[in-house]
């Protein structure tokens, strides 16, 4: 017994050895795993089957061995497939090193079975939350089933009994905590792994916190202050950035050799730039740099990408040889990933800055050429009878296409779209006399900003398609009031009034060219506060219409200068 757990350590001695290489951590670790990860597994579990039948210890013309650790971990790890040819790859190395043998045949077929029961145990030992504990009773279940083998297939009958007399129950108990404890080797390096990925998570994060400078662009710039930070919060020796032709950035071990603006000197970064794919460099050799006493001797250089298209490369270099391991590789992808995230947001922020600059002109360019012509007109018919009013008149028409015509701006005060609103409406009022009435009730506590050019349109609305259309016109109510979350303003006209049709008309896609002010208010409401907050529109046909909207206190608006 004392012989054979002393076998038995020495497997897991391998075991803990093989489990420090990355090839293996990453086959074991991989959600997924190909055809190709699956032969490769077998292989190696395969192989560990052989070093177990080689440390054995020969009694009565058999073997006392370890040879099932590796088997039926391979299957429990890698499945059906892993347990059944790690156990043709064991057993058949077993059988075929004693053609013959008392035992030679019984043992391929029981180590064959114990890692096709592995396999199929694979889902269920997944699921368990005791994985020592199944790995263990299934370790002792699967000894026993080869116990039973032996009796069954090794000839003559009273030669296996008195073998399975004597290593049955060493073996069951041996190779079920060898199972077990091999499978909390794996696990431990599954949660080193996962503890590994935590971290550098949470680092990749924490620099892309201090790191928002590519939301302004991807310059030389930007990435520098990006290299420095991640210089800062890393142990690489260097961080350097290029767009598709030359150095942007690069901070650290080699300055005075990489510099800013420089094309791309390695043939290694063109070829990632090309082909969409990181590369590591594990010697000086492979970065391809020429100056002769360049101190980075491996790197990791990985794409950046905006709008799927590659501009640029990230870059982390160490001082060692073969010094990129897991943790800087993962380390750059999830950074670039982040970056390509930044840059594409920054698009967005342009697309919206843009179009938000569009909606804004458009509203502009509906200045009515009638609504000028008409203005002249009636200032000329006051020049002669009433210069002075001709005057003001006419200081009000300049204020209104002053503030038409100016160049875009994010935000006025409520005041100022009032001073807007006043000089559109002195004009009207020339024009129609009596017909129009306006009045104001804005409360005094009213401390309000506001996207420019919102409230005239309303307006425009309530007195053209409202009160004008009775032959003995109406009034029109302008209203702010502050409220704890924010300012309610209203537009209300005793006009004519429309239909539920007609609003519906107003504010959608189809609408017609005399509705574009109230959709494009509309649309502007709700891109800068939400959706909840567009125009809010109540209409009765013969009694008026009630154009209310809201603007919460927020600090923050859609730039647009």
Known sequence: MENLINRVGLILILAFLLSRFGMFRKLVSKK?????????????????????????????????????????????????FVGVLSGIIAGGHRYLIDIGGFTAFACAVSTISEGMLAGYLKKRFDKSAH?????????????????????????????????????????????????????????????GMEKEASFQAQLALSIANNTMFFREGFNSITATKTAEVIKSMTDVAAVAFTDKDKIIAHIGEGEDHHHVGELVKTELTRHVLNNDRFIIADKRKEIGCDHFDCKLKSAIIVPIKQDEKVIGALKLYKREEKAITMVETELALGLAQLFSTQLELSRIDQQKELLAKSELRALQ???????????????????????????????????????????????????????????????????????????????????????????????????????????EGGLVKISASSKENGTYISVLDDGVGMSEEKIKELINDNSTRDSIGLKNVDARLKNMYGNENGLKIQSTEGVGTLITLFIPNRKEVIAID
């Open 131 to 191: 994985r020592f504990t199944f790995a263990l009773i299934g370790g002792f279940v699967a000894e026993i089933m080869q116990m039973i083998i032996i009796l069954i297939l090794a000839k003559p009958y009273d030669a296996a009994v008195d073998l399975v007399r004597i290593i049955g129950i060493p073996m069951i108990l041996a190779n079920g905590i060898g199972i077990a404890v091999f499978i909390v080797m794996v696990d431990s390096v599954l949660h």
């Open 32 to 80: 997924s795993i190909n055809l190709e990860d699956k032969i490769l597994l077998a292989v190696i579990f395969g192989v560990f089957g052989i070093i177990g039948t080689y440390t054995g210890i020969h009694i009565q013309g058999a073997i006392a061995n370890s040879r099932v650790i590796g088997v039926f971990v391979g299957g429990l790890l890698g499945g059906p």
């Open 365 to 471: 360019a509906q200045i009515n050429p009638h609504f000028l012509f008409n203005a002249i007109n009636t200032i000329v018919s006051y020049t002669r009878t009433q210069p002075d009013h001709a005057r003001k008149l006419l200081i009000h028409l300049g204020d209104f296409f002053r503030s038409n015509l100016q160049e875009p701006i994010s935000e006025v005060d409520l005041d100022k779209e009032i001073e807007h609103i006043i000089s559109y409406v002195e004009i009207e009022k020339a024009r129609f006399g009596d017909k129009l009435k306006i009045e104001y009730h804005i409360d005094e506590n009213v401390n309000c900003i506001i996207p420019p050019l919102l409230l005239q349109p309303l307006v425009e609305n309530a007195i053209k398609h409202g009160v004008l259309k009775k032959l």
